[in-house]
């Protein structure tokens, strides 16, 4: 639960190394299935990913945890929706494309947001 209120009280820039350990710490932690904490996960991961001042993203290990968490706890029209859709942006891995395509097949209706995340991934 630390790593967690450290990533949402972030105001400085950290490593690449430091962003991929903190967010690895996180998805792994027990508070990850925690569906009350949802909204609080993805919002320290995306703000994990504009305090980086290096690298393209998370490395492929971490974006495939936070891929297959983002599969597990997507949901359309709830709080978080937007949020997790800004955090594909920083996955770097090919399970990441593989489960934007999964999410683009299962909610049609917002397609579009995904192709675009989908289409800056990485960067």
Do not use: P
Not at 1 to 23: G, H, K, P
Not at 74 to 97: A, G, H, V
């Amino acid at each position: 639960m630390r790593s967690l209120e450290i990533a949402l009280n972030l105001d400085s820039s950290i490593t690449e190394e430091e962003s991929n350990q903190l967010a690895k710490t996180i998805i792994e932690s027990k508070s990850s299935i925690d569906v009350n904490l949802i909204n609080d996960i993805a919002l320290a991961l995306c703000n994990i990913g504009s305090y980086r001042y290096s690298g393209n993203g998370y490395s492929i290990e971490v974006s495939d945890l936070i891929s297959l968490w983002i599969e597990n706890n997507f949901k359309q029209n709830e709080i978080y929706t937007d949020i997790m859709i800004e955090l594909i942006y920083e996955l770097t891995s090919k399970e990441s494309d593989d489960m934007v395509r999964r999410l683009m097949s299962k909610n049609v209706n917002i397609q579009g947001v995904l192709l675009e995340a989908f289409s800056y991934k990485g960067t």
